[in-house]
């Protein structure tokens, strides 16, 4: 029987001929990803190793990468102090995917193993954030794990006991309207399925609207699978794929994309054509919560922030730039922007939207998470709301229970902060 | 028999369980302190001493999506609180299993605060109300974790079996 893209790759993860859903495999990892958290990671891998006269030794260094983005610059000592022990770990275990706070090479993680042609397709792609799911972008199989699992994977090199999960296949047809893009997809069907809706599933990605999506707009699909509770959302690999592997992320070895079998068993085949989509919000305080902008038009916002692993891209900010253009981001309303990473950073730089931003009055800010968990910049006031190009909501995300996040897309943050409500970018001149 | 000492709702995050702000705190025995740090008065009771290990808290379904901390695991499991919940989220349920934290998914519970539980392999008796409520067993792939111990032990386990160093000392 057929294989859908999951399968395959577990299937040769784990060397078997084949598997299917419900299976129980242990696949080799060909990539095991973490941020700030490796300082718990790191507490946990010392610990297995404990009584076992074993000295502790990464199984592969080349297969680790650890990136900091959560808190960068470092907002408090006891960030600084777990930043310097894995900075001192990562260089005693000789891990050289090591991505310090920097403004050549750092960023981002989720944009960081794209960008770096760490991630290839049909890979096992496992990290310590839930939305590892980003990297099914391009073809590989890739999911969130907590601190203490990936301790195992560093001693072992496999993820112990996965169970192979279902797939739900999600055919898109159909051509955006202008200012609607792959945010308003992925919120839509959020919407559709609920937060839990794929809870141990895989979303995998086809149709022709896919096909034709830039890898910036798949990472965006993928990365938000997560919100659907999936396991992994997946794009199979087809000439995008190699065409971004090979001109942005600078892969010059062989890759092979892995695609579904003809008849391969899905669970559910989900259809959805784009052509009519408005542009959708996500209101507080669950991402689940979808609505179509007219229902929420002239919601007064306090932040706009336009950056992260979800909508923090190069295109991502020429949408801003385009929009916002000569104009001013309104006097009640603060607007924060975060490249996604450094190097794009310094594309922006390059091609000028990073002055068309300061210039309408909003704040660029270094790459990396940012405002969008609440850590240590951009928090929201008592009773303020925010509309965010990031990918979660919930009460208390950016550091206040007591503000209301929205979530859009880049087209509705930039023509929303020049009004200083929520706005339809489609009526605008731009 | 268990107390119910609070009950939640549906798509309960790890956000409001452990609020992102907290989370340069890694050591579990720092972070039981954030447990529900936006919640004053359940943070409180908890912090205080009030709840007694073993005490359980209701949640609807979705329990523990969003975010994959892993202290939204341990911030519980240091008060020693037993989770049932209708469906719990699949990256906060591995961790659950990963450390020890005792979940228990029962699609149909319902409890509210105050009820004395019966909690089994198989079911959860509601003793105030005298209903059964069936009991979903762990996926199966994480079975073999739990009976370990938890992950860590597990996987010194399966160390020392494949460097063919069993002196456990």
Not at chain 2, 30 to 49: C, I, V
Not at chain 2, 55 to 75: D, H, K, P, Y
């Amino acid at each position: 029987m057929g294989m859908t893209v999951a399968e395959k790759i577990l299937a040769r993860a784990s060397g078997l001929p084949a598997v299917t859903a419900g299976d129980v495999v242990e696949p080799a990892v060909d990539l095991a990803m973490s941020h700030e958290n490796a300082a718990l990671v790191v507490n946990q891998f010392l610990e297995i190793y404990e009584g076992t006269l074993l000295s502790p030794k990464i199984w592969n260094p080349d297969r680790v990468a650890v990136i900091f983005d959560h808190r960068v610059p470092a907002e408090s000592p006891k960030t600084a102090s777990n930043q310097k022990k894995v900075r001192e770990f990562v260089a005693a275990q000789l891990v050289r995917k090591f991505h310090d706070i920097r403004g050549d090479v750092g960023g981002i993680c989720h944009q960081i193993l794209p960008e770096n042609g760490y991630v290839r397709p049909g890979a096992v792609v496992v990290g310590t954030d839930s939305h590892t799911t980003s990297h099914g972008a391009l073809g590989a199989f890739a999911f969130g794990i907590g601190a203490t699992e990936m301790a195992s994977v560093w001693a072992l090199g496999a993820v112990l006991n996965v169970e192979v999960p279902g797939t739900i296949k999600v055919v898109v047809k159909g051509r955006f309207q202008k200012h609607v893009s792959a945010k308003d997809l992925i919120l839509h069907l959020i919407g559709r399925l609920t937060a839990q809706g794929a809870n141990f599933k895989v979303l995998e990605f086809h149709g022709d609207t896919i096909r034709r999506m830039p890898t910036s707009g798949r990472l965006v699909l993928c990365n938000m699978s997560v919100e659907a509770g999936a396991t992994a959302g997946i794009v199979p690999a087809d000439e995008e794929t190699l065409r971004y592997l090979r001109d942005e992320a600078g892969v010059t070895d062989a890759v092979t994309p892995v695609v579904p079998d003809p008849d391969a068993r899905y669970e559910r085949v989900i259809e959805v054509n784009v052509a009519k989509l408005e542009p959708q919000i996500a209101c507080p305080h669950t991402v689940d919560n979808v609505k179509s902008i007219d229902q929420v038009m002239g919601r007064a916002i306090n932040q706009v922030v336009i950056g992260s692993c979800t909508n923090g891209r190069l295109d991502d900010l020429a949408v801003a730039a385009k929009i916002m253009k000569g104009r001013k981001v309104a006097a009640s309303t603060r607007m924060l922007i975060f490249p996604a990473s450094a190097r794009i950073f310094q594309q922006a730089l390059a091609k000028g939207y990073v002055k068309t931003f300061m210039e309408a009055g909003a704040v660029v800010m270094n790459s990396g998470c940012g405002p969008c968990l609440g850590v240590h910049e951009g928090a929201l006031g008592d009773g303020e709301v925010a509309l965010s190009t990031t990918n979660r909501n919930f009460k208390g995300r950016m550091g206040n229970p007591k503000s209301e996040v929205y979530l859009c897309s880049p087209a509705v943050a930039a023509a929303s902060a020049l009004v200083g409500a929520i706005t339809d970018p489609r009526l605008g001149g731009n | 028999m268990a107390t119910v000492v609070n009950r939640v709702g549906d798509d309960i995050s790890t956000d409001v369980i452990y609020p992102g702000r907290y989370m340069a705190t890694v050591l579990p025995s720092e972070t039981p302190q954030y447990a529900f740090a936006d919640d004053a008065s359940f943070n409180g009771m908890l912090k205080a001493g009030h709840v007694s290990k073993g005490s359980v808290l209701v949640a609807g379904s979705n329990f523990g999506c969003g975010s994959s901390r892993e202290q939204a695991v341990s911030a519980i499991k240091g008060h020693e609180l037993v989770i049932v919940a209708k469906s719990v989220a699949r990256i906060f349920l591995q961790n659950a299993v990963n450390l020890g934290l005792r979940i228990v998914i029962c699609p149909t519970i319902v409890a509210n605060e105050g009820d004395e539980l019966e909690i089994s392999e198989t079911q959860v008796v509601n003793l105030r109300s005298n209903t059964r409520f069936p009991v979903v067993p762990l996926p199966k792939a994480r079975q073999a974790i739990v009976d370990a111990g938890g992950v860590i032990a597990y996987t010194r386990e399966r160390l020392l079996a494949s460097k063919g160093h069993m002196d456990r000392r």
